[in-house]
């Protein structure tokens, strides 16, 4: 967490679509006021995952935060 950015959230695939990740995301909720992240867009599954709790697109950026060709959205609630 950083200023109120989910810096990263990752979970073992084989715990994937148990409640890990909701539960994690509850979390940074709760202690760390967490209120946007950025994910790359080639990921459409944590995309959906953020949008699915809420997260909305504010922005889109060609390249990820050391410049290499990664497109970034950066979702906010």
Do not use: C, W
Not at 64 to 76: E, G, K, V
């Amino acid at each position: 967490m950083a200023e109120g950015n989910v810096e990263m959230l990752f979970l073992d695939p084989a715990y994937r679509a148990r409640g890990g990740g909701s539960m994690l995301l509850a979390h940074a909720f709760k202690t760390f006021d967490a209120t946007s992240v950025d994910v790359n867009e080639q990921n459409p599954q944590a995309t959906g995952f953020y949008l699915y709790h809420g997260f909305r697109v504010v922005g889109r950026s060609e390249t990820d935060s050391t410049n290499r060709p990664y497109p970034i959205l950066h979702l906010a609630l």
